[in-house]
């Protein structure tokens, strides 16, 4: 899947929750519904494209580690 520029906001988001350690990322879809106020296979086609493309938007700088 192609990383959507529309979307960086989202990207950014997860990464934060993922280092956040609230929640195993395979259970993120609620967090974005209620952040972002998506509907349920919107925010799934946004994490599963955040998880396809986690290396590529590590690589663009589009998320950082924050290490």
């Known amino acids: 899947k192609e990383i959507k520029e529309e979307w960086t906001e989202y990207y950014v988001f997860l990464e934060t ?3 956040s350690g609230v ?3 395979f259970g993120a879809t609620p967090y974005l519904r209620e952040e972002f ?3 349920r ?3 799934i086609n946004v994490l599963s494209n955040w998880i396809e493309n986690y290396q590529e938007l590590l690589d663009k700088g589009i998320i950082s580690k924050g290490e």
């Open 17 to 19: 929750l993922r280092q």
């Open 23 to 25: 929640t195993n990322m």
């Open 37 to 39: 106020g998506l509907g």
């Open 41 to 43: 296979r919107e925010a």
